[in-house]
């Protein structure tokens, strides 16, 4: 496949494949020509397609970074700040920078691909400050919804099908993605355990021995409860900071996954940049969510006039993909 890759600003595409061979012919020339230009490239994807396109590239693997999104973006509320660094730092004296990342795959749960989507939508937020770089996005669309598929269609200004680049007429650039903040959460389960707080001197600790003691019953190891503990006491106290100084704790199991949801009388600020952002010193928000992301495998947030809703996601398991 042989496409111009004249980049003006953020360049931020779909590419559609439905086998390994498509993929492979979309990504290498993709990848050959940020190589051949002298830039840097870094390909987020999973384990398998990193062994398939550093066989392909051969000796030029040793010019890319690899990275495996299972890790890295298993909370796909941490790609974004992983490609600001990137760009970052290499994006000087007009050098092509190039990046591919595949944030979802079949075996995203329905939460995970609904934070997916709003992370395609939001990095063209977070680029559109005219960055000059090229960004590819594998969809496997003989394994995704086709409703997943249309989704990328909306966020992405141009894709990629057949060896053929069409810019895409469902394109919105401000698009109001399937997880944006006003869209509310489905109901927690009937018997979820709870625990209400506010700012009394004693409602803090409560709340910890309350996560502490129900974390401590799942599979969880020691430092993963004290992970969750620290999740959602991070979550109370901007709760009792800032959101209106009162609330519940909710918990509750969803198959392999330890769900926590905070919900007080709050309103966040309409910035769904917060939490993707690293914090700086004279940053006046933002530090709790961002610390929030580093600590779970999923984090959803939802804010609406009379309340604000986070809920975090710990994987009980290994993660895959």
Not at 51 to 63: E, F, I, P, W
Not at 185 to 191: F, H, S
Not at 253 to 261: A, H, K, Q, S, Y
Request: net charge negative; charged share 25%.
């Amino acid at each position: 496949m042989s496409l111009p890759e004249v980049v003006s600003g953020f360049r931020h595409e779909a590419l559609f494949y439905s086998s390994r061979e498509e993929f492979l012919d979309g990504a290498v020339p993709f990848i050959e020509g940020g190589v051949a230009e002298g830039g840097p490239v870094l390909v987020v994807v999973d384990r398998e397609k990193i062994g398939l396109l550093r066989t392909a590239l051969g000796a030029g693997a040793d010019r890319v970074d690899f990275a495996d999104m299972a890790e890295v973006g298993r909370n796909p509320a941490r790609i974004i700040p992983l490609w600001r660094r990137f760009v970052d730092r290499n994006l000087v004296d007009g050098k092509p920078v190039r990046g591919i990342g595949e944030p979802l795959w079949a075996g995203r749960s329905s939460a995970e691909v609904v934070e997916c989507q709003a992370h395609e939508t939001l990095l063209n937020t977070a680029f559109g400050d005219g960055s000059a770089w090229s960004l590819l996005c594998p969809y496997d669309v003989a394994a995704l919804d086709a409703q997943v598929v249309d989704e990328a269609r909306r966020s992405h200004p141009s894709l990629i099908a057949d060896g053929v680049r069409t810019s895409s007429a469902d394109y919105v650039f401000d698009h109001p993605s399937p997880a944006r903040w006003d869209h509310r959460l489905d109901p927690p389960p009937v018997g979820a355990a709870q625990c209400p707080f506010a700012s009394d001197r004693g409602s803090p600790a409560a709340v910890r021995r309350f996560v502490r003691d129900h974390a401590t019953a799942t599979p969880l190891d020691r430092a993963a409860v004290e992970r969750v503990v620290l999740t959602v006491n991070e979550l109370v106290t901007n709760s009792v900071v800032h959101g209106g100084g009162h609330g519940v704790v909710r918990l509750w199991r969803d198959g392999d996954t330890l769900v926590c949801e905070v919900r007080d009388a709050g309103t966040l600020v309409a910035d769904p940049l917060t939490g993707r952002r690293a914090p700086t010193g004279g940053q006046p928000g933002g530090r709790g969510l961002w610390l929030v992301n580093q600590l779970c495998d999923l984090v959803q947030v939802r804010t609406a006039p009379e309340s604000t809703v986070v809920r975090t996601h710990h994987r009980l398991t290994a993660p895959h993909c």
